[in-house]
């Protein structure tokens, strides 16, 4: 789960920085994880500040990673962040999936230009 946080604060500055891995806005989760058809979320860069995170109790964090309660399945999607946050509120799906700009960030966007390499 650390790609999210990753993300959130670091994940926008693949703009600047090709060599980090980071988000190029293409990147969704859907409203619910095991329908194909349902809503997709996708991710901003227009988060301006912390006003709650996603659920950290076990099943969350299950629901989150696994899309469902199936703590067997493939965990590589990370595709339960909206359909969790949703359970939540009904904000809080964009919320999960907002990260902030270069530019909001200034002292770790800085620190990272320093770094050769993520």
Same mark, same amino acid.
């Given at each position: 789960?650390? %790609?999210?946080?990753?993300?959130? +604060?670091?994940?926008? /500055?693949?703009?600047?920085?090709?060599?980090?891995?980071? /988000?190029?806005?293409?990147?969704?989760?859907?409203?619910? #994880?095991?329908?194909? %058809?349902?809503?997709?979320?996708?991710?901003?860069?227009?988060? +301006?500040?912390?006003?709650?995170?996603?659920?950290?109790?076990?099943?969350?964090?299950?629901?989150?990673?696994?899309?469902? %309660?199936?703590?067997?399945?493939?965990? #590589?999607?990370? %595709?339960?962040?909206?359909?969790? #946050?949703?359970?939540?509120?009904? @904000?809080?799906?964009?919320? +999960?999936?907002?990260?902030?700009?270069?530019? /909001? /960030?200034?002292?770790? @966007?800085?620190? #990272?230009?320093? +770094?050769?390499?993520?």
């Amino acid at each position: 789960m650390e %790609n999210r946080s990753f993300d959130h +604060v670091l994940g926008w /500055l693949k703009s600047s920085r090709p060599d980090i891995d980071g /988000l190029s806005g293409s990147e969704s989760n859907r409203v619910s #994880a095991s329908d194909p %058809n349902s809503d997709e979320v996708f991710v901003s860069d227009d988060a +301006v500040f912390i006003d709650s995170d996603p659920g950290h109790s076990f099943q969350a964090i299950r629901e989150q990673i696994f899309g469902s %309660n199936d703590s067997f399945a493939d965990p #590589a999607p990370m %595709n339960g962040f909206v359909q969790q #946050a949703k359970g939540m509120s009904e @904000t809080m799906s964009k919320t +999960v999936m907002s990260g902030f700009k270069p530019s /909001l /960030l200034p002292v770790y @966007t800085g620190l #990272a230009k320093r +770094v050769r390499r993520f």
